[in-house]
């Protein structure tokens, strides 16, 4: 604004303050969030019991792990707590946890070193895990993951990942060959009935938003990358 183009820095100022306080406030969160949720319905036990579990990494913070010698839970715990119902429910199923470190700067962290205390101590035996702890991201997730378990043809496996990250994963896992079945945790909105509502915590709409578009940007990324089959990966789709 100390320069002559300080009017146009004005309007950019009073442009960006509009743009945040629609993110904070007002429910552009909930409408980039519902479709990515609403995505893939809620996994049909009636189907049978699956042969394996396949849990995404994305809940424990490797830096504050190490940091602390400890499990710290970030994120997304319900990626963590659903695998040991699974377990529970599904006693011959294999369970595998895939998750190493995804810093720019990588460190000698691996989530799931961290991660299996974690679901050993909410009751999943230690000789039934199988740890995946080299993938950076979702794309070496699911190739790492189909070449430590090399699914047969007509098992099924399902996939433990966060609502709003299902598309893309279920997508990645496709275009990797690895044929798995969506059960969707950690959800971030109530469902329709939240997609107009604002919010007087501004906090929550943040997050909401940042969540949201940071998938849409790896959405069309990994679409552009040849990593997924189509934008939005849907039930049934290839």
């Known amino acids: 604004m100390a320069t002559r183009f300080a009017a ?30 609403s995505r893939f319905a809620p996994w049909d036990p009636s ?3 699956p042969d394996g579990i396949i849990v995404l990494g994305g809940s424990v913070d490797t830096d504050l792990s190490a940091a602390h010698r400890t499990p710290v839970v970030a994120h997304a715990a319900d990626r963590l707590v659903a695998p040991a119902e699974l377990a529970r429910r ?5 369970i595998v946890f895939t998750g190493g470190n995804s810093n720019l700067v990588s460190t000698e962290a ?4 961290y991660s299996a205390p974690v679901l050993e101590n909410i009751g999943i035996p230690k000789e039934r895990l199988i740890l995946e702890r ?26 433990v990942t966060s609502a709003f990250h299902m598309p893309r994963s279920m997508g990645i896992f496709r275009k990797a060959g690895f044929d798995v079945e969506a059960y969707p945790v950690d959800w971030r909105m109530g ?3 939240d997609l107009f509502a604002f919010t007087n915590t501004g906090a929550d709409g943040l997050r909401r938003t940042d969540v949201a578009v940071r998938e849409w940007i790896g959405l069309v990324t990994y679409r552009l990358m ?12 290839d």
């Open 8 to 37: 146009f820095g004005r309007k950019l100022a009073v442009t960006t303050l509009v743009v945040l306080a629609l993110a904070a406030f007002s429910p552009l969160g909930n409408l980039l969030l519902y479709p990515l949720e």
């Open 47 to 49: 189907r049978g019991a």
């Open 90 to 94: 599904y006693p011959n199923a294999r």
């Open 110 to 113: 691996r989530e799931a070193d």
């Open 134 to 159: 080299n993938s950076r991201n979702t794309w070496e997730n699911a190739i790492f993951t189909k070449q430590l378990v090399s699914p047969r043809p007509g098992e099924r496996w399902l996939l």
């Open 191 to 193: 469902g329709r009935d």
């Open 226 to 237: 040849g990593r997924t089959g189509e934008l939005l990966p849907g039930p049934g789709k």
